[in-house]
């Protein structure tokens, strides 16, 4: 069906088409109760902490919860703003810009898959505002079945359980798409230039190798060095592969070498193996191998505990221990109006709800139908 005519259909009696945006989630406050409970809700989805119901239960009551609850709450402090947690913050900032962007056509709502605002909550208030066909556009990259996965199924179980079901179209990720990628770079450049850093650290939220294999289609997943080389239908929806090309085109437009610009990743959870090499290790180890300056690209795309206290303060804590002088780290692209331009051009290619609603914004954020 011709843009145009299934623009007249959707529009037809006036619907609108919501669109929501999904990150992972924060506490609702940086005190231990309510970090506790953000935590019970993250830790107790069987895809994140993928064991038999019995032992993540014991795990995350027993071991977890115990421990981490007051400590992540410190950490969350260190981050805190007048207005509340920055991943919220900035997620409303995003949204309240790109409903600009699309118009009224479209109802752009910000939910979270754990914690406030809910992912239920936002398709409640897009039936309010007459919207029953909803594109989902998870604010993750690249896929994990741990946060896109998630997400998705969650989103899928909000939508049953009404008894009128919105429409749901999943706007896949956009980890190729070239209008975020050259966000991303010119983001980066004004540090790579003011800065002259001998490296150029890019890092990634890890897994465990575990889920990593298990959505290997072809039984070769971290068998040899070169199993993520190139993106290919059997490894499609490899995390760890997606990350490398997001290295390789940012590595090509920032004009970088592969040897002064490795891939890291970070946040691991527990004893088990997960991707390597670690972030923390990766940094240490340069210091003391003699590099005094240094960028680091974080995969986030809003700032959050992983940027703001685990880069931005005890990495560079772990930076200056071992030798290092100058870490920067490059903050994400939060609400950058690049960052905006690219979600408009991504979720008018990724749902024919939002282009019909909005017309089919390009690259640059220009409606083209």
Sequence with gaps: ???????????????????????????????????????????????????????????????????????????????????????????????????KRLGDGVRVELAMRYGEPSIPDALERLDAAGASRVALLPLYPHFSAAATGSSIAHAYRAAAARWNTPFLQVIPPFFTHPAYLDARAESVRPLLAAERPERVYFTFHGIPERQLRRSDRSGHCLARPDCCAAITATNRDCYRAQCLAVARELRARLGLAEKISPVSFQSRLGRTPWLRPYTDELLAAEARGGVRRALVVPSFVADCLETLEELALRGVETWRAHGGDVLRIVPPLNADDRFVDALAAIAGEGSSFVAAAAGAPDAGGRRVS
Aim: proline share 7%; glycine share 6%.
């Design 1 to 99: 069906m011709a843009a145009a005519t299934l623009r007249e259909s959707v529009l037809a009696a006036g619907e609108r088409v919501g669109l929501v945006l999904v990150n992972l989630g924060t506490p609702a406050a940086p005190r231990p109760r309510e970090v506790r409970r953000y935590l019970r809700e993250f830790l107790s989805d069987p895809r994140v902490l993928d064991l038999p119901a019995w032992r993540r239960f014991l795990l995350l009551e027993l071991v977890i919860l115990p421990r981490r609850a007051r400590a992540s709450a410190a950490a969350y402090r260190k981050i805190w703003t007048a207005e509340g947690s920055p991943l919220l913050v900035h997620g409303r900032a995003l949204a309240s810009k790109l409903q």
